[in-house]
C-alpha cells in the first residue's frame, strides 16, 4: 500500500474548519502523505492521523490569533502550524521561518500551489534574520523545542506587547514553570496555558502564550536589535 493510499478521508469536521478552503486543506493533506513523506518531512506513520493530530490540531490554533496581525511560524518545517492556520485565516501576513532548504522548498511548492498569498517562506534561522525581518505580533512554533531555547529564538522577534503561541502537548505545564526565569529576562509580563479546538479535536490542542511588553527579548536583544536596524538604514544609503 502506498503512503497516499493510506490518507484517511477528511473528517466532515474539517469542512466546517477550513471552509472555502477546504480543497486546498485536502490537497495539502495529500502533499503531506506524498511528497512531505518522500523528503523526510513527516513520518510515514503520521500519515493516517494527520488530520487529528497534525492538521486540524494546527487549525484551531485560529482561535487564539487576533485579527489582521502579522505572524512568524518559527521553525516551521512542513508548515505546521503556519500552513493550516493561513488556509483559515486569510487575515493574517504570515511568514515561514525554516532554516533548511528541503523544506523552505516544500513550503514554496505549497504556498504557490495552494495560493496562499498572504503568506512568505524565508529560510534562515530566528537569531539570524532579527533586524532583517519586521517584528511581528504574533511568533508561532510547534514541537520545536523546550519552551525555555524556544523563547530565545521566538520573543526577540515579536514587536513590543506582542506573543508568542508555542503548541504543546502534556509538558505544557512543567515546560512553563522550568522556563520561567528565562522568560522573565526575555520580557515576558504574563503567560497562560490555554485549551482551543472543542468539539474539533480530542484531545483539545493545548498552547503556551507568553505575552511581552515593551522590550522583547530584553535588554541584550533590544541592543541587538537597534545595531541591526541602524546597519539596514546605513546599507540603505548606499
Not at 469542512?15 to 478552503?21: A, L, P, T
Not at 501576513?93 to 511548492?109: A, G, Q, S, V
Not at 511581528?136 to 514541537?143: E, G, Q
Not at 526577540?156 to 522556563?179: C, F, I, Q, V
Amino acid at each position: 500500500m502506498t503512503e497516499a493510499a493510506e490518507l484517511p478521508p477528511a473528517p466532515e469536521m474539517a469542512r466546517e474548519v477550513f471552509g472555502d478552503r477546504f480543497a486546498d486543506a485536502v490537497r495539502y493533506a495529500e502533499l503531506l502523505a506524498e511528497a512531505g513523506v518522500q523528503r523526510g518531512l513527516i513520518g510515514p506513520r503520521e500519515v493516517p492521523r494527520l488530520w487529528e493530530r497534525h492538521i486540524l490540531n494546527c487549525a484551531v490554533l485560529s482561535e487564539v490569533v487576533p485579527e489582521g496581525v502579522t505572524v512568524c511560524d518559527v521553525g516551521s518545517g512542513a508548515g505546521l502550524p503556519g500552513i493550516p492556520l493561513a488556509l483559515v485565516r486569510e487575515d493574517l501576513k504570515i511568514t515561514l521561518l525554516e532554516p533548511l532548504l528541503r523544506r523552505t522548498n516544500f513550503l514554496t511548492e505549497v504556498v504557490e500551489l495552494l495560493g496562499l498569498d498572504h503568506v512568505t517562506v524565508v529560510r534562515g534561522r530566528a537569531e539570524e534574520v532579527m533586524g532583517k525581518l519586521p517584528p511581528v505580533h504574533v511568533v508561532t512554533a510547534r514541537a520545536v523545542a523546550p519552551l525555555d531555547r524556544l523563547a530565545t529564538w521566538g520573543i526577540p522577534l515579536l514587536r513590543p506587547y506582542g506573543e508568542m503561541l508555542a503548541l504543546k502537548g502534556d509538558t505544557a505545564e512543567e515546560e512553563l514553570k522550568s522556563a520561567a526565569t528565562a522568560l522573565s529576562k526575555l520580557g515576558a509580563v504574563a503567560t497562560s496555558i490555554l485549551q482551543v479546538g472543542e468539539g474539533v479535536v480530542d484531545p483539545l490542542s493545548t498552547v503556551v502564550r507568553v505575552e511581552v511588553g515593551e522590550s522583547p527579548g530584553g535588554v541584550r536583544f533590544a541592543a541587538k536589535r537597534a545595531k541591526a536596524a541602524r546597519t539596514g538604514r546605513a546599507r540603505r544609503r548606499r
